[in-house]
């Protein structure tokens, strides 16, 4: 495109180099993998986008980045809440507006080149320029509705000028993502271009639209047509919808009636409005505390290559394509060859949801290989047993797998509550075995819980966690205590609904206030999700059994399900449990269960179910950081919404608890009975001494990667 004219001195964020005529701004933040939009930043851009309103050599702008596999990604998260208790907030805010409105209205034409990633306010930027050219493989898209906020860079008025109402509030409200080809369908990429032409290419759109000197408007839509869209979504929603949709529709509609202008001052108000609630601040810390698990999980060094798998069942068959779909060769071993058959179908189905592109699949598809005998796993640097969840099943075939693999090859055993250490007696050099608890469906559940025994080294710990990392996981290390973390909370929640229901609280009671506080299911479908039996084995034997009997009555409970299952309560695979089902398909309640259960209707609220359902998950994840089961609150936070679906609104139950306050806590204890929801020694203390969750120092002896430093 002709030799470099003018290069000025690169800024700290931003710099300026012109090739004929157009000038570049890349975007470089010196001490970050990715851009991030902040006060220099936007400073920076603001003095250059002024410097080329009065250089007559100019005729076009390109807005780039300097980073190799990114745009940029928005705001750092962890900086919000400075920005929050800035008093010049506000008038920061209309700057940031001010600066949007000066590359719209810029003499020059911006175009963005996008070269990878470009979320949240990075997207923002891009979306006051004339032209966006993109690479096959960008991703785009306007994620702060996930976050509890809506954007805040202008990005509700912007959108429009370059899709219509409908696809604008999609991709507010979903807060999903863009592929570039998706977005070019829809009007919000002019242009895609290769990684080594994307600049070239970026040049010459600038120089063109210099020359046609026409301008994007800003509603491409009509009013009637973009208040139509409004007004179904505001139809199509219901009151789990929550405040920040309904925030950005009105914000929008403000832009719609009243102009660009009126739309950015909504967009003020509301995004410092969000910005201040408690459920943002919640849901900002539930992102963060994920971010520091991930990052102590990428200090290991020594990452697995070739993973074999035991099992193609649809743990291990899950297992096995999430390694294939991360890039690691697989060996998977079941002695049924349909079993490997069904696992085969089943990773070509992930391979496609994830890659377009067939040549990828392809390519995957040879780093993988199935056997009924143990051929390749000599050459595993890992193995994961995944058979079924018989203890001494798994003892057999663990002590199968150490005659079959090299002697350093780390062993993980995927159990949700069989205590490691009894199994770790099947395992020749124990050291390098550890409990590896992964959740269905392992392609969709991105965690894992790590479970070292007395024996597991410091090595195979670390090990453990950044395989979990290579396949796309957040995990934590909890303690081999019985139902470790999850599953023993999960198992009281479950509980919790037995025990309403024999107060004579209604199924759809029970299971309406769990979806009204935020859970993603009910207690009651969630016993029809997994089956009556299944429960009884891993929640009353395996868990509550050894750990609840003395605060709540095990036994009843064990003899209630007893009763129902007797009755042919069994569970949605069987056409009926605690609802009938036809074909798969959910039609209603079962009213045989009140027939065998026989209680009294209860004169009990709706708001008392859905704090004991809120309850009795929070008050034995206290008790679980009593024990010594957690190396930090925040790690269960994580784990309880991103594993057992804890509402992802309230942060987590140990941030829900300090939003709370101790005294808060003890006092819906002592109201829903101190014994079944025993609040723990640490809340109890914390009465006294004011303390919280977020102020305890992390314990290092499980996980040896959380005495160095972030």
Not at 3 to 21: A, L, M
Not at 27 to 54: G, K, T
Not at 193 to 205: C, E, G, M, R
Request: charged share 25%; glycine share 8%.
């Amino acid at each position: 495109m002709g030799s470099t004219s003018k290069v000025q001195q690169s800024h700290s964020r931003v710099s300026r180099s012109d090739r004929n005529r157009v000038a570049i701004l890349k975007m470089d933040h010196p001490s970050n993998s990715m851009n991030v939009v902040d006060d220099e930043l936007l400073e920076e851009l603001r003095q250059h986008c002024a410097d080329i309103a009065i250089d007559d050599s100019v005729m076009g702008v390109v807005l780039a980045s300097a980073k190799d596999d990114s745009f940029g990604a928005g705001a750092d998260v962890s900086w919000l809440d400075v920005l929050a208790e800035r008093p010049d907030i506000e008038d920061y805010l209309r700057r940031v507006h001010q600066l949007m409105l000066q590359i719209v209205k810029s003499p020059c034409p911006f175009v963005a080149a996008i070269n990878g990633i470009a979320f949240g306010g990075a997207l923002e930027l891009a979306l006051a320029a004339e032209s966006i050219v993109a690479v096959p493989d960008a991703q785009i898209g306007l994620p702060e509705s996930s976050l509890g906020l809506i954007p805040g860079g202008g990005g509700t008025q912007l959108i429009r000028r370059w899709l219509g109402t409908d696809d604008s509030l999609e991709l507010m409200l979903s807060a999903k993502p863009m592929n570039a080809r998706e977005a070019q369908a829809r009007g919000l990429v002019t242009e895609i271009a290769n990684h080594d032409t994307l600049l070239d290419v970026a040049i010459a759109k600038a120089r063109s639209l210099a020359l046609v000197r026409e301008r994007r408007g800003w509603n491409i839509d009509a009013t009637d047509a973009g208040m139509g869209a409004i007004e179904r979504r505001r139809e199509n929603t219901s009151d789990r919808s929550g405040r920040i949709y309904h925030s950005i529709l009105d914000v929008v509609e403000v832009g719609i009636l009243e102009g660009p202008e009126a739309g950015f001052a909504a967009e003020r108000r509301a995004f410092l409005e969000a910005l201040s609630s408690t459920e943002s601040k919640a849901i900002r810390h539930l992102f963060l505390a994920q971010r520091d698990i991930k990052r102590r999980a990428r200090l290991g060094d020594s990452k697995v290559a070739t993973l074999g798998v035991i099992g193609a069942g649809q743990m291990g068959s899950g297992i096995m394509a999430v390694g294939v779909a991360r890039g690691l060769e697989l060996r998977l071993r079941d002695v049924d060859e349909e079993k490997l058959d069904l696992a085969r179908t089943s990773l070509s189905k992930v391979l496609q949801h994830r890659f377009e592109d067939h040549a990828v699949i392809e390519e995957r598809l040879l780093h993988v290989s199935t056997t009924i005998g143990w051929e390749g796993f000599e050459a595993a640097d890992a193995v994961i047993e995944a058979v079924f969840e018989l203890p001494e099943l798994k003892r057999d075939v663990l002590r199968a797998v150490c005659s079959n693999v090299s002697s350093d090859a780390l062993i993980g055993t995927n159990t949700s509550a069989i205590p490691i250490h009894t199994l770790a007696t099947s395992v020749a050099n124990p050291e390098r075995f550890i409990g590896t608890h992964f959740f269905s469906p392992v392609d969709r559940m991105d965690f894992v819980e790590l479970v070292p025994h007395a024996g597991t080294s410091t090595e195979s710990v670390v090990r453990a966690a950044t395989l979990a990392s290579q396949l796309g996981k957040t995990s934590i290390v909890v303690a081999d205590k019985p139902g470790f973390f999850t599953s023993r909370v999960y198992a009281r929640w479950l509980l919790e609904g037995v025990r309403l229901l024999l107060e004579g609280f209604s199924i759809t009671t029970i299971d309406a206030a769990a979806l009204s506080v935020g859970f993603p299911i009910g207690p009651m479908q969630a016993y029809d999700e997994a089956t009556l039996d299944l429960v009884m084995m891993a929640s009353i034997t395996q868990v509550a059994e050894p750990v609840m009997s003395k605060r709540i009555d095990v036994n009843l409970l064990r003899d209630t399900l007893s009763q129902l299952m007797s009755a042919g309560v069994l569970g949605r695979r069987f056409g009926c449990g605690f609802y009938d089902y036809r074909e798969g398909r959910r039609i209603g309640v079962n009213s045989n269960v009140s027939t065998v259960l026989n209680v009294s209707p209860s004169k009990g609220s709706a708001a008392q179910v859905e704090e004991r359902l809120l309850l009795s998950f929070a008050t034995e994840c206290f008790l679980c950081w009593d024990d010594g089961t957690l190396c930090h609150p925040s790690d269960g936070d994580v784990a309880g919404v991103l594993a057992i679906g804890f509402p992802r609104r309230l942060g987590g139950p140990f941030r829900w608890a300090d939003d709370l306050g101790a005294s808060s806590i003890v006092s819906m204890c002592h109201d829903c009975g101190i014994d079944a929801f025993a609040p723990g020694a640490t809340v109890t203390e914390f009465v006294h001494s004011g303390r919280r969750f977020a102020e305890l120092p992390r314990r290092v002896s499980l996980y040896p990667l959380d005495a160095k430093k972030r």
